[in-house]
């Protein structure tokens, strides 16, 4: 309990984590509300209008509700980042558990393919795999999974290896533990802070990345509500029209916010080494 | 330390041979085929299979890779399927922009992000430093291609008062190429027009470049300021009657510069991929656009090329920010 | 963060000076995209038109609008009664801008190089011409010997530039013609030099008046001396640019909502010119459900097409029934076009699926994402066939990708969205290619249509000379077509471009989208 009234005097990430769970919660509860299919549908009548009581965020170059499109682009961006982040995990952290824990061919081998991957910006990177996949969401979250998981790998390798020397380690290698106990039951909690640190910061970096490639072409596909891609199409209607590319921009920057925000605050809680500030 | 050095050069090798058969294996993967973007819009299906045999695309792959090895070696990346340039030449020629921009979009980062770190650790807790730490959330939040967008739109479009696109003024001849950097050249040739154009030309771009950059560095400079303070160190100084500017200026700021160095490797990459997209929304002229466009025709040799150019000089800068970390902290040389 | 506004501020104000910089006297600021290479036997896009029509030149050339074939380095031609033998005679005395005289040699080697690379534009001849084909008769004379009559032979006469043979040979490297040379410098007669040193692709070329143009310069008293060829990558960037007198002309494709802004702008106008570019939705034919005619007939009449037209595009298109556009010779007046109508639409998909057909797949139409229209086009479509119960999918691609994908039916998409621009002038460009089953594979026959008629109309409009005959023939096709709804053509494009007031003789034509500079002047 202590930890929770600590993490609650910590104001920038309790409204970190608002907005985080504000986010989460229209994801989740949209459908009930917006007919997603509907908010897709041209209404060429209305088309860019600015905002006004009827169209919060005015409307766009097809005349659908910009505020609705925002509304839905969460599910996108927060679905994006969700499937990257795990993805990347499921891959990152058991090849950074064994790199880290185990010496040998293997471990030098995961860890030089670490080096590959990341010796090149990882957005880059992502690009031309997103390319390669052929356009859409689905290969954009795939590029961005196969181009994270190496910041889990490095990650958990370090972790590992710090505690690797620790003393419980030894004393379950002397008792015969397997392998894999040791490395789940064992190393796995005891490095779960930084993952989990990663993993918050990482969902803001996601989304940003995920934006970038919505806005170049190579990510999400109209009629997507997709806030990188509606930036993309908004541009071109400026500056008359600038609500069309100004909002979707700032639902960006807060949902990343909160997740910076929420990972500092978790960072701060969990990981006393890595303090950020105070 | 020359060993240090050399031991980090020789680390790169199996990086860029790892990352060049990466992108080689990603990009025969993928859609699209060179010999019809070579053969153009009117080709018919012989045409094609003229071209992919002339292109070597039946032989086997490995010689394809081995091939492409051989040539980059020699600084030959090839000849662009959709230009048919030699794709050394075009890279030759846009590097340049993308180095001025990210320089500058360097200094910018550190300078600003010094002097407001520096403040906001002395002055922790003032209206100032609370500015500074929203301003830095806000920086790391922000979608950089987005705020190209917005500053373009206040700026350029609204006040009309810095310019929208490109690296000079239309119609201005530009400097003699000595470096490549047009603020540079422009000095050397004594061209003030050109150089006033040019800075006026990448105040936006490279703003937007630097914010997330400048937060970063803003974020941990004035925590280590702020450490530095508190240790014990300036504890004892400040007991013994130093006046306190005198304890910043030598001390603290000497030790709040390590942490900050060794961020700018990192940045790097950060202001590379920014660039992509800031470089698309500015028109600038530089690797970032190249690209985009290159992605967009499946140039594949091009898309290779920029990679591998972008890796090499991540993988400079990175060994240059261990030199100085080296430098700055003998330590670090020794475990490395 | 007070210190940083104050610089900013600072650096804004000490820059602000130079900002006002307009195009010098003299200058004009071509704003519109560059080809991707310069080397006109390699390239063959639309923004190569601009630089063969203004570096180059051809043995004749369109010039106006409609676009009248005009003999250009040629004095005339004649052609043998079978059709196979074409001889055209050259104009004496033209120069190359190193000033060597340009006689048939270079015509042959011209010709000669662009059939033997197989690149570019020479998917016209190369059915038609082997390289052998092209013969000196003398000095000034050239032959062309067909292996069959090819009607069309003429009109695609401009789309070769002529090459300067010595300095193309002395810089040949690896056998390639020259081409690595010649994709970033020049070796032409036009009007217009470039300067290869200031080249940068996609981003700057300037172009310097050739004094010795064989044409002369007595028609235009008061010509353009240098041409900055700037391209702007984003129409609103591009509009901006025009609008602050930064540009002197952006391209020729502007949005409506730009359009509205440059005509209300001061010193600033829209050039508006009907041209010859259809809009189609590419169906492809030999994928279920697309292969039943009644489902094509259903997505004609689903496609809400004043809605686009009026409204999206502000009514800046004319709607466009058939393959051909509908100002040149061979589209029938009396063609019906197909209408916006959801009861009919879902009669046509109704009797689709009692005909077995399944329309409970998710369709997918691919658009070009750099290019809007096709995505605004595409989500017409689909909320159209969302209404009669058809799903419909977007899927994002590049014309790379897409023309790659043209090559097999398998690969082809169900649907696209694509232009046809006027690459010569005749209904070969558009109904020939696109539905002639023989052009299977290519991206301009990517519907896959099949039809033993069509196709027997189409070799005889190839082969008869005479424009009437063929005129019938090929209405008496688009007819056929149109009844089986192929695809869904949609408009004939009309070209908006914004130009400067202080640019006279702006002369469009289909070819070229009015790019040619030498008509033009700075007032």
Redesign the interface.
């Known amino acids: 309990m202590l930890i929770f009234k600590k993490f609650l005097r910590d104001i920038?990430a309790v409204l970190g984590f608002i907005i985080v769970f504000a986010a989460i919660a229209i994801a989740i509860a949209d459908p009930l509300f917006i007919d997603a299919?509907l908010a897709?549908?041209?209404n060429?009548?209305a088309?860019?209008q600015p905002p006004s009581w009827e169209y919060p965020f005015g409307t766009d170059?097809?005349g659908r509700d910009i505020f609705i499109r925002v509304i839905l682009g969460t599910d996108t961006a927060l679905g994006i980042a969700l499937g990257v982040v795990l993805a990347a995990m499921a891959i990152g952290v058991p090849l950074g558990l064994y790199a880290g824990y185990s010496d040998g061919l293997v471990s030098e081998v995961i860890m030089?393919?670490t080096?590959?991957?990341l010796?090149?910006?990882?957005?880059?990177?992502a690009?031309?795999?997103a390319?390669?996949?052929?356009?859409?969401i689905e290969s954009a979250m795939v590029a961005l999974a196969v181009t994270y998981w190496p910041f889990f790998t490095r990650t958990v390798y370090a972790e590992v290896r710090r505690v690797r020397t620790a003393l419980f380690v030894e004393a379950l290698e002397g008792l015969n533990a397997s392998r894999t106990r040791i490395l789940f039951a064992h190393v796995l909690p005891n490095v779960a802070a930084p993952i989990i640190v990663r993993a918050s910061i990482g969902m803001?970096f996601i989304i940003?990345?995920a934006?970038?490639l919505g806005?170049?072409?190579?990510g999400a596909?109209?009629?997507s509500p997709d806030w990188?891609l509606a930036?993309a199409?908004g541009?071109?209607?400026?500056?008359?029209?600038?609500w069309f590319?100004?909002f979707?921009?700032l639902a960006?920057?807060?949902l990343?916010?909160g997740f910076?925000?929420l990972g500092?605050g978790l960072r701060d809680l969990l990981d006393p080494r890595l303090?950020?500030?105070? | 330390m020359v060993l240090f050095v050399i031991r980090r050069l020789i680390l790169i090798i199996p990086i860029l041979l790892g990352l060049l058969l990466l992108t080689f294996v990603m990009l025969r993967m993928g859609p699209g085929d060179p010999a019809a973007a070579i053969a153009g819009d009117n080709a018919t299906p012989e045409q094609i299979a003229a071209i992919r045999e002339d292109l070597g695309l039946n032989d086997p792959a490995v010689f394809q890779f081995f091939d492409y090895l051989v040539r980059a070696a020699q600084g030959d990346f090839g000849v662009s399927v959709y230009s048919n340039r030699p794709v050394g030449l075009d890279i030759a020629q846009r590097l340049p922009a993308t180095l001025e921009l990210t320089i500058v979009a360097l200094l910018i980062a550190t300078v600003f992000g010094l002097i407001i770190g520096v403040l906001s650790g002395v002055w922790r807790n003032s209206t100032f430093d609370h500015l500074v730490r929203i301003f830095a959330v806000i920086g790391l939040a922000t979608a950089s291609f987005w705020f190209a967008i917005m500053l373009q739109l206040v700026f350029s479009m609204d006040l009309g008062i810095l310019p929208l696109r490109g690296r000079l003024a239309t119609g201005m001849p530009s400097p003699p190429v000595v470096t490549g950097l047009y603020l540079v050249d422009a000095l050397l040739a004594g061209r003030l027009d050109a150089f006033w154009s040019a800075l006026a030309h990448i105040i936006l771009p490279a703003f937007t470049i630097a914010l997330g950059g400048l937060a970063t560095i803003a974020r941990f400079t004035r925590s280590s300021v702020i450490s530095s303070l508190e240790s014990e160190y300036a504890a004892y100084e400040t007991a013994v009657g130093y006046p306190r500017r005198r304890i910043i200026t030598p001390y603290v700021l000497r030790n709040s510069l390590v942490t900050p160095v060794t961020q700018i490797g990192l940045l790097f990459g950060a202001f590379v991929s920014n660039a992509v997209a800031v470089e698309a929304v500015f028109d600038w002229p530089g690797l970032g656009s190249y690209l985009v466009e290159a992605i967009f025709t499946n140039d594949y040799q091009a898309i290779l090329a920029v990679t591998l150019v972008i890796g090499v000089i991540y993988g400079i800068v990175n060994i240059c920010v261990d030199v100085i970390h080296g430098l700055l902290d003998p330590r670090v040389a020794e475990t490395m | 963060m007070r210190i940083l506004h104050a610089a900013m501020f600072a650096a804004v104000t000490l820059t602000a000076a130079p900002l006002a910089a307009q195009a010098p006297e003299g200058e004009l600021v071509w704003g519109d995209t560059l080809p991707k290479g310069l080397d006109p036997h390699v390239v063959y896009d639309v923004p190569m038109q601009f630089y063969m029509l203004n570096v180059y030149d051809g043995l004749y050339r369109y010039v106006g609008n409609p676009p009248e074939l005009t003999p250009w380095l040629a004095q005339g031609h004649e052609v043998s009664d079978d059709g196979l033998t074409w001889t055209f005679t050259l104009k004496d005395g033209v120069t190359f801008h190193d000033g060597s005289p340009l006689n048939a040699d270079d015509v042959v080697y011209s010709f000669q190089r662009l059939l033997e690379m197989g690149q570019g534009p020479s998917g016209a001849f190369l059915p038609v011409l082997d390289p052998s084909g092209v013969e000196k008769v003398d000095d000034l004379t050239v032959q062309f010997t067909l292996k069959h009559p090819y009607a069309p032979f003429l009109a695609a006469i401009p789309l070769v530039s002529i090459v300067n043979e010595d300095v193309v040979k002395a810089n040949e490297a690896d056998g390639d013609f020259g081409a690595g040379w010649l994709s970033s410098n020049s070796a032409g007669s036009g009007a217009y030099i470039p300067d290869a040193g200031t080249y940068v692709p996609q981003e700057r070329l300037d172009l310097a008046r050739f004094e010795d143009h064989f044409y002369g310069w007595d028609d235009n008293p008061s010509p353009i001396d240098v041409v900055r060829a700037y391209p702007v990558q984003e129409t609103s960037t591009r509009v901006l640019a025009l609008m602050r007198g930064d540009i002197d002309a952006t391209d020729s494709y502007l949005p409506t909502d730009q359009v509205e802004r440059v005509k209300g702008a001061e010193g600033v106008d829209v050039s508006q010119d009907e041209s010859m570019r259809i809009m189609i939705i590419r169906m492809n034919n030999k994928k279920p459900p697309f292969d039943n005619a009644n489902f094509r007939k259903c997505v004609s009449h689903a496609f809400d097409y004043s809605a686009f037209i009026d409204v999206i595009l502000g009514g800046y298109a004319e709607r466009n029934a058939g393959p051909i556009p509908k100002n040149l010779w061979g589209a029938p007046d009396d063609l019906e076009p197909y209408t916006f109508d959801l009861d009919l639409a879902q009669e046509f998909c109704d009797a689709a699926r009692a005909e077995g057909a399944d329309l409970d797949r998710t369709l997918e139409i691919h658009i070009q994402s750099a290019l809007d229209q096709t995505t605004q086009s595409a989500q017409v479509l689909q909320a159209g066939l969302g209404a009669v119960g058809v799903n419909v999918e977007l899927i994002a691609s590049t014309w790379a990708n897409l023309t790659s994908q043209a090559a097999s039916p398998e690969t082809t998409p169900d649907m696209w969205v694509h232009w046809v621009s006027t690459y010569f002038v005749d209904p070969e460009n558009w109904i020939g290619q696109m539905y002639d089953s023989d052009f299977h594979g290519t991206w301009k026959a990517s519907a896959w249509y099949q039809n033993d008629e069509v196709d027997s109309l189409l070799d005889q409009a190839r082969a008869e000379t005479d424009q009437a005959e063929r005129a019938k023939l090929y209405e008496e096709a688009s007819r056929k077509i149109v009844a089986d709804a192929a695809d869904i053509w949609i408009y004939n494009t009309v070209q908006l471009r914004g130009l400067s007031d202080r640019v006279d003789g702006y002369k469009f034509s289909p070819v070229g989208s009015g790019g040619e500079i030498r008509w033009m002047s700075l007032n």
């Open positions: 920038p299919k897709n549908r041209p060429i009548i088309r860019l170059n097809l030089r393919v080096d590959v991957f010796a090149v910006p990882q957005l880059i990177l690009i031309a795999l390319q390669v996949l052929g356009r859409g803001g940003l990345t934006a970038v806005f170049l072409g190579v596909v109209p009629p990188g930036i199409e541009r071109k209607y400026l500056p008359e029209h600038w590319a100004t979707p921009g960006i920057l807060v990343v916010l910076n925000l500092d303090r950020r500030s105070r």
